[in-house]
C-alpha cells in the first residue's frame, strides 16, 4: 500500500474512532431469537421512514464536515481530491463500524446524479448544488424511465418545450426511487420529436419543489411503496438548469447509468446477506427437519456455492480496482448473479417451508421469508433487465454484433410504439 | 488479467506461447494417440521450470505457491495439454509435501522439480472413491520392508509414471506409500477413457517392496489436503478451458452467417454466449481466490476448494456442451475440437467424485 493511502486510513480511522462505535461482533445466530425479518425492500412505517432519514442525513453531514463526504470530488465543490481507490478504502474501513445507512443519499444521488452534475452541469449548478448534495442538505431522483420506455429508454416521450429564456416539461416518470424525500431530480426530455431517438433528449435539473410536479406513490407486488410516479405538468426549468447540450441528453444519461451499475453490482451485505449465510440456512433446515434430506441438501450446497463465488467475483474486483486495473465484466456478472443467487435462495427457503410459506402459523422465522420470496422479481429487471445485461455483457465484452433492425436513424415521431394501431 | 500483479501476467504469456508452440491441435491429437511427448515435457521443465515452479527451493523448486501454479494450469487447460503435469506436479508432488516426511521429500522431489521423474497418486479402487476409509489395497510389514497387495484403479498416468504414492491400508488404517515403476509384482494396465486427452490406468499389486511415506495410518488426513489443493488445481484447469470454449464460441458467432447476418446478432445465440461469459467470469474468480487463499494458509481454503470445484466443474462442463450448440452440426464431427474439450470438462467433472460427493465435500467443510 502506497504511502498516502497509508496516512489516508491512519486519518480515516481516527475519524471513525471519534465519531462512531465498531460495529459488535455480531452474536451467534440463535434459531427463534431476534428479528426474524428478511427484507430486501425497505417498507417502515412513516415514523420510523423519517428517524432513519435524519439519521443518514446526519451522518453525511457529518462525513462531509471531516473530509470523507466526497472522497474523490474535486475541491472546489467540496471534494477531497483524492481517487477512487481512497474511496474504495475508505468504503471498507466504514463497514467496520456501526453508522446510519446513507443508500437513501447516497445511491442515486451522491452515486449517479453527482458526478453527472460535476461532468455536465453549468458553473451555476454545480456551485449550488453538489456542496449541499454531498453535506447531506439536497437530496437527488432519477427521472428517467417512463410507462413507454423501460428497457428502451432512448424512446422516453415526456417533453421539454423552450420558452422565454426556460423550458416547460410535461409527461410520466415511473419507478422514482426516494422522489418522495428528494430536492431535485434529474430528468430525461424529449426536446426534438423530429430527431433520431437517441438524438432528440435533453437533461434537466428538475426543483422538486416546483409547481406541477406530482409525486405519487407507486405500490409494488410485495405490498410496500418503494418507488414513485412522478407526474410533471407544465414544470418551469431554467435553461441553466439544463445539463449538457440541448439535445445532447443522451450522451448526460450514459454518464449516470455507468455509475448506476457500479452501484447496484456492489450491493453483499445488509441483513438479505445475513439471511443468507450458511449458519442461518442450516439452522432453518434444522427447525423444519429437512437436516438430512439428501435432496435439499445438495439444493443447499449448490446455492451456497452460488453465493459463495458471486463473493469471490466481487472480491477479486475490489482487489484489481485497488491495484489500479480497469474494471472488466465483473460488476454486471456480479449484477445478474445476485439476482440469480437472492431468487434461488428465495425459492429454497420455500421448498424447505413448505406449506409454511403460503400461510402465516406464527412461528418464528417461517412466513417472514415470504417478503423476501415477492420481492426477488423485482431483482431481475431494476437497474437492467437480465435481458439487456446479457446483451450489453455479448456485445461490449465479447464483440457480438448488434441486434439487427433497431431503427436508431428515422425521427422518433415516426416509430412504431405500443398501442398504435397500423 | 491478474490482480494488477505483472509477474503473473508474464508468467502466463510465457506458458501460452510455449504452448501454442508445442500444443497445437494436431499435437494434442497425436498424444490423444501414442501418449505424451517426453520432448515437450522435457523443455517444460527446462526452460520454463515448470515442474518444480511450485515446490520448495530446497527440494530443488523455485517456491512459487498456488497462484502461480494456477496461472500455468489454466493455460494447459485450455489448450488442453497432454501431459503428466497434474498427476507429477500436483498430485503426487502435494501428497508428499503433505505427508511431511522430509526424508521422503528429499529423495523424490528434486526429480520431479528438475523433470527427471514423473509421479502419480494411486488412491481410488475400482468403486471410484477417492476417500481413503473406502480402501482395501493392503500394505503388509514384513522383514524386507512393506509390500503392497491389491487394485488401483482411475490412476492417472499410471501407466507411465516413474512414481507411484499408493494410499494402502495397513493395520493403522490407511497410509501412503512409494512404489518405483520397475517394481516386482506391478502390472499397469492403461483403461478406455472417455477423455483420451488424460490417460489413466489400472494397476495390480502383488506383493509389491513399497517404502511407508509419512506415518503409518496417516493417509487419512493427509489426503483432505491433498484433495483439496488437487481440486483448485484441476479447476484452474477447467477455467481455462471453459474461458476456451467461450472465445471458439464468440468467435464462431461473430463469423458464421446464416439468414444473412451473424448468428452472433441473434439474442438467442448472444444469451447463450453471455451465460458462458458469466460462468467463465466466476470459475476464474473461485479458482484464483481459493489459490490465493491457499497461499495466504487461510482458514476459508478448504470452503474455497470446495466452492472453485464446483463452480468450475459446472462452468466447463455447460460451456464445453453450449460451445458445440453454438458451433451446430460442425461443431458435432470428429474433426472439430469442440469435442475434445467436452470430453476434459465432464472427465474432470467427475475425475473425483463428481455431483455425488462434491456438494457434501462442501457442506462439510462448511461444518454443516
Known amino acids: 500500500m502506497p504511502d498516502d493511502l497509508q496516512e489516508f486510513t491512519r486519518q480515516a480511522r481516527e475519524f471513525l474512532d471519534a465519531h462512531a462505535s465498531r460495529a459488535a461482533e455480531r452474536a451467534a445466530f440463535r434459531w427463534g431469537e431476534g428479528d426474524d425479518r428478511v427484507a430486501y425492500f425497505g417498507a417502515d412505517p412513516p415514523e420510523v421512514e423519517e428517524r432513519k432519514l435524519r439519521a443518514a442525513r446526519d451522518w453525511q453531514r457529518t462525513r462531509y464536515t471531516s473530509g470523507f463526504g466526497w472522497i474523490s470530488g474535486p475541491p472546489e465543490y467540496g471534494g477531497r481530491g483524492l481517487t477512487p481507490v481512497h474511496e474504495l478504502v475508505y468504503d471498507g474501513i466504514e463497514s467496520e463500524y456501526d453508522i446510519p445507512d446513507t443508500g437513501t443519499l447516497s445511491v442515486i444521488g451522491l452515486g449517479m446524479i453527482g458526478p453527472t452534475i460535476l461532468a455536465h452541469g453549468q458553473q451555476s449548478v454545480r456551485d449550488s448544488y453538489l456542496p449541499a448534495m454531498y453535506r447531506g442538505d439536497v437530496i437527488a431522483c432519477q427521472l428517467f424511465s417512463e410507462p413507454e420506455a423501460g428497457s428502451d429508454l432512448a424512446s422516453l416521450q415526456t417533453r421539454a418545450v423552450a420558452r422565454e429564456g426556460s423550458w416547460i416539461l410535461d409527461g410520466q416518470k415511473v419507478w422514482t426511487s426516494v422522489a418522495q424525500h428528494s430536492q431535485i431530480g434529474m430528468a430525461l426530455c424529449r426536446t426534438d420529436p423530429d430527431a433520431p431517438k437517441h438524438r432528440g433528449i435533453t437533461a434537466f435539473l428538475v426543483d422538486m419543489s416546483s409547481p406541477g410536479v406530482d409525486v405519487r406513490p407507486l405500490r409494488q407486488m410485495s405490498g410496500g411503496s418503494d418507488f414513485n410516479e412522478v407526474f410533471l405538468t407544465g414544470v418551469r426549468v431554467p435553461d441553466d438548469h439544463r445539463l449538457g447540450e440541448v439535445n445532447g441528453g443522451w450522451r448526460v444519461a450514459l454518464t449516470t447509468l455507468m455509475n448506476e451499475r457500479a452501484a447496484v453490482g456492489s450491493e453483499g451485505s445488509g441483513p438479505v446477506a445475513e439471511a443468507l449465510s450458511p449458519e442461518r440456512l442450516s439452522a432453518l433446515m434444522r427447525a423444519t427437519w429437512t437436516w438430512d434430506d439428501r435432496a435439499v441438501r445438495r439444493d443447499l450446497s449448490e446455492l451456497l456455492a452460488g453465493v459463495m463465488a458471486t463473493a469471490h467475483l466481487n472480491a477479486r474486483a475490489f482487489r484489481r480496482m485497488q491495484a489500479g486495473v480497469a474494471p472488466g465484466p465483473e460488476m454486471s456478472v456480479a449484477k445478474l448473479m445476485y439476482a440469480q443467487n437472492l431468487t434461488r435462495a428465495a425459492h429454497f427457503v420455500s421448498h424447505v417451508l413448505g406449506p409454511r410459506i403460503i400461510a402465516d402459523t406464527g412461528e418464528w422465522g417461517t412466513y417472514a421469508w415470504a417478503e423476501l420470496l415477492l420481492a426477488t422479481p423485482a431483482l431481475r429487471i431494476l437497474g437492467g433487465t437480465e435481458e439487456i445485461m446479457k446483451n450489453i455483457l455479448a456485445e461490449r465484452v465479447l464483440g457480438l454484433p448488434r441486434e439487427p433492425g433497431i431503427d436508431t436513424t428515422s425521427p422518433f415521431r415516426e416509430l412504431p410504439r405500443s398501442g398504435a394501431t397500423s | ?368
Request: proline share 5%.
Open chain 2, 1 to 368: 488479467m491478474n490482480d494488477g500483479r505483472e509477474e503473473l501476467d508474464d508468467l502466463r504469456e510465457a506458458v501460452r506461447e510455449f504452448l501454442a508452440a508445442k500444443s497445437p491441435e494436431s499435437a494434442v491429437r497425436a498424444a490423444s494417440q501414442a501418449g505424451y511427448d517426453p520432448a515437450v515435457w522435457d523443455q517444460m521443465a527446462r526452460q520454463l521450470r515448470l515442474s518444480g515452479l511450485a515446490l520448495p527451493g530446497h527440494y530443488g523448486g523455485d517456491g512459487f505457491g498456488l497462484t502461480e501454479l494456477e496461472v500455468v494450469l489454466e493455460e494447459m487447460g485450455a489448450a488442453l495439454l497432454c501431459s503428466p503435469f497434474f498427476a507429477t506436479a500436483v498430485l503426487a508432488a502435494q501428497a508428499l509435501l503433505a505427508s511431511a516426511d522430509e526424508a521422503a521429500c528429499a529423495r523424490y522431489l528434486p526429480g520431479i522439480a528438475a523433470g527427471q521423474v514423473t509421479a502419480t497418486l494411486a488412491a481410488a479402487e475400482a468403486n471410484a472413491s477417492w476417500d481413503p476409509a473406502m480402501v482395501t489395497a493392503r500394505a503388509e510389514r514384513t522383514p524386507d520392508g512393506w509390500v503392497l497387495t491389491g487394485k488401483k484403479s482411475f490412476v492417472l498416468d499410471g501407466a507411465t509414471a516413474d512414481l507411484l504414492l499408493v494410499v494402502a491400508r495397513s493395520t493403522a488404517g490407511p497410509g501412503l506409500f512409494a512404489v518405483d515403476r520397475g517394481a516386482p509384482g506391478l502390472r499397469a494396465e492403461p483403461m478406455t477413457t472417455l477423455d483420451p486427452t488424460r490417460p489413466m490406468a489400472v494397476l495390480t499389486f502383488d506383493r509389491v517392496p513399497a517404502v511407508l511415506v509419512g506415518a503409518e495410518g496417516q493417509a487419512g488426513r493427509l489426503m483432505t489436503r491433498v484433495l483439496d489443493l488437487a481440486c483448485v488445481a484441476l479447476a484452474a484447469e477447467q477455467a481455462g478451458g471453459a474461458r476456451r470454449c467461450l472465445e471458439m464460441s464468440a468467435g464462431y458467432a461473430r463469423t458464421r452467417y446464416q439468414f444473412g447476418r451473424p448468428i452472433g446478432a441473434f439474442q438467442a445465440v448472444k444469451h447463450k454466449c453471455a451465460d458462458m461469459l458469466v460462468r467463465v467470469e466466476l470459475a476464474e474468480a473461485t479458482a484464483r481466490e481459493a489459490a490465493r487463499l491457499a497461499d495466504e494458509g487461510a482458514p476459508d481454503f478448504p470452503v474455497a476448494a470446495a466452492t472453485a470445484h464446483i463452480t468450475c466443474s459446472q462452468a466447463y462442463t455447460f460451456a464445453a456442451a453450449e460451445n458445440i450448440q453454438v458451433h451446430g452440426g460442425i461443431g458435432f464431427t470428429w474433426e472439430h475440437t469442440a469435442h475434445l474439450y467436452f470430453r476434459r470438462a465432464k472427465s474432470s467433472e467427475l475425475l473425483f467424485g463428481g455431483p455425488a460427493v462434491c456438494h457434501e465435500r462442501l457442506l462439510d467443510r462448511l461444518g454443516i
